[in-house]
């Protein structure tokens, strides 16, 4: 487990949030690094394949992309993204040494009947493998849903709650849905 210390302003998160409609093809994914001070540091973009299988590629693509050694934790807004397609955040945990925090909003009884799409039997098995989400309540009082791997809990709630201004969304992950959603608004996908 990594330890966050509460006073390095200079720590670096990399979140990757996403942008689409049902009718598009693809999924706009925004990835901002920013400092624990809110400073952005960073910007990438990629895309996923709507229904399809490959966002965990995806996103380490963007790691890999940015080629920066002073990234600390990887926030995932949400793992179920793009009608079904499952980023694996462990996977991604084990490939870059880094922390990566999972975040969603809501509780739910699960997805599994609604999952479809391309190798559904697949899918419906790698959300099944995936780890059941802990709530956390943040200095704002609301409540989000994590799964974490690289750290403990009690790290993932200082470290979320130093990047929640207001609210339950981390800035950084705020930031990088509007990317995508600006970024989707001037493609034709």
Not at 22 to 51: F, N, P, W
Not at 142 to 149: D, G
Request: charged letters at 25%; a positive charge.
């Amino acid at each position: 487990m990594v330890r966050f210390h509460g006073n390095k302003k200079g720590l670096r998160v990399f979140a990757v949030a996403e942008s689409f409609e049902k009718h598009d093809k693809k999924s706009v994914l925004a990835g901002i690094v920013m400092r624990r001070d809110l400073i952005i540091d960073g910007i990438v973009y990629a895309d996923t394949v709507v229904g399809g299988n490959d966002s965990t590629d995806k996103v380490l693509s963007m790691v890999n992309r940015l080629g920066r050694n002073d990234i600390n934790c990887v926030l995932l807004g949400g793992l179920i993204i793009s009608l079904f397609n499952i980023v694996n955040g462990k996977y991604i945990n084990e490939k870059t040494g880094l922390p990566v925090i999972a975040i969603s909003y809501n509780k739910s009884l699960g997805l599994k009947d609604s999952i479809y799409g391309v190798n559904q039997k697949q899918k419906i098995q790698d959300y099944l493998k995936l780890e059941e989400r802990k709530p956390l309540k943040l200095w704002t009082g609301k409540t989000i849903y994590v799964r974490i791997w690289g750290l403990d809990l009690l790290d993932a709630l200082h470290l979320l709650n130093s990047l929640v201004i207001q609210g339950s969304k981390p800035e950084p992950l705020r930031l990088a849905t509007l990317a995508a959603r600006a970024y989707r608004k001037n493609l034709k996908y």
